[in-house]
């Protein structure tokens, strides 16, 4: 069985810190088209329009 | 789920999408794949009339100022290759402002001569989606040895668009997953690839297979930041904390798809030519309204929104519990994988463009997303 993908307390912390970063960063900015992504298809032939 | 600020966001977004018309041309194909489980005794093509009144039909329902996708799939859609032409032509000259994006599912064999003369010149609104596997081998074993008669630098360096592969991988050419995706994206391919549906995977030895696999993607995508990682470790995994509605395919809502007959379908996969064998869509679900979940645990999952989100997919797997367990198996091997690229990157590579692209509150979900993916599907 493969090993499990453990995250260290330091790598922890400084992940802590960075959403503490981005918090303040925080802005509305519109997504772009392709922000986003998806598991439906391989073909491009759903019409999630995330075809890459 | 409570209020966020991304809201707005979200509204913008769906605003824009477009609808997608499906025009299923013809159920010829000059191939025989090992995977496909189209149903090789139907033979109709569609006839020019009928594409017509689709287009006709779609533009009449839809708001003018919404954009357009019609998809062209077969078959091999290039087979009908007059009726491609006839389809452009026909919409484009009766709907000259109507924004209309065309595209293709091609095995790319059909490519050359007239037709890539033809794509270059209508390249500025036509799409090809390119059925490779890998490189020679890989693509052989599955795809009737059709490697050597798709001209690469055609789609690589003539078409002038970037194009997407779509890639199928099975248990046999599983080890080689991480050089396909490395070779095609040198070659300048997107990629989509995906796990063969319905085939006997053995989850015992080949979700370790898999997970070995993207490891090494992992590593090549945190050594080059301009990447965008391919598809299977580009999930949207921002969406798990809940802020986020992911887009799903919700077919009849913002998709249909109309035979070579004329019926009008779902999508082309409730089609009689593509609905057939084993893994068929039950009648009682063909309409792929209100499927549901794959299983019944899928209801408290932490990837619930995004995981299985073709729904003519899990309406073909429901009642096959072996199938369930086996899809469900090696997507939570995806589903970590993504966590631990997302969490690797945040660490030691912050300026890749999968993070760097997308908004302050979008990257914030995307690290308290991967961190529920680590505690919950390990």
């Known amino acids: ?52 | 789920m409570g209020k966020s600020s991304y809201d707005l966001p979200i509204l913008i977004l769906f605003a824009m999408r477009p609808y997608q018309l499906t025009l299923l041309l013809t159920e010829l194909c000059n191939l025989r794949c090992s995977y496909c489980h189209c149903d090789k005794k139907f033979l109709a093509s569609m006839r020019p009339q009928t594409a017509h009144k689709a287009i006709d039909e779609v533009m009449e329902a839809r708001p003018a100022e919404e954009p357009l996708n019609i998809l062209l799939m077969g078959g091999e859609p290039f087979l009908a290759f007059p009726l491609i032409q006839d389809v452009v032509d026909y919409t484009c000259g009766n709907y000259p402002s109507k924004k209309v994006l065309f595209k293709a599912v091609s095995n790319g064999t059909l490519i050359h001569g007239n037709i890539q003369q033809w794509l270059l010149e209508h390249r500025n609104l036509f799409e090809v989606t390119l059925s490779l596997d890998g490189d020679k081998e890989t693509h052989n074993r599955n795809r009737c040895g059709s490697f050597d008669l798709i001209d690469f630098d055609f789609f690589t360096k003539r078409y002038g668009r970037h194009t997407t592969v779509s890639s199928v991988v099975v248990p046999e050419t599983l080890d080689k997953l991480a050089a396909n995706v490395m070779a095609m994206e040198e070659q300048g391919f997107g990629i989509k690839f995906a796990l063969a549906d319905g085939i006997a995977w053995d989850v015992q030895q080949d979700a370790p297979r898999l997970a070995a696999q993207l490891d090494l993607l992992i590593e090549h995508y945190l050594q080059h930041p301009q990447l965008q990682p391919m598809n299977l470790l580009s999930y949207a995994i921002w969406c798990v904390p809940g802020h986020f509605a992911p887009e799903r395919c919700v077919p009849l809502t913002w998709s249909h798809c109309v035979a070579p007959d004329g019926k009008t379908h779902a999508c082309h996969r409730s089609t009689p030519y593509y609905n057939s064998g084993e893994w068929s869509i039950p009648e009682e679900k063909i309409s792929l309204r209100g499927v549901g979940f794959l299983k019944p645990a899928c209801a408290t999952c932490c990837v619930r929104s995004i995981c299985n989100a073709c729904p003519a997919t899990v309406a073909a797997l429901q009642g096959h519990p072996l199938q369930t367990e086996i899809t469900c198996a090696l997507n939570k091997v995806l589903y970590v994988a993504n966590a631990k690229l997302v969490v690797r990157m945040f660490l030691e590579c912050p300026t890749h463009i999968h993070i760097t692209r997308r908004p302050a509150s979008m990257q914030i979900d995307m690290l308290q997303g991967a961190q529920t993916i680590l505690e919950q599907l390990q």
Do not use: H, V
């Open chain 1, 1 to 52: 069985m493969k090993e499990k993908f453990e995250i260290s307390a330091d790598s922890m912390a400084k992940l802590s810190e960075i959403q503490s970063r981005l918090a303040k960063s925080e802005s509305k900015e519109m997504l772009s088209s392709q922000a986003s992504a998806c598991t439906c298809c391989w073909g491009g032939w759903c019409a999630n329009g995330c075809t890459g």
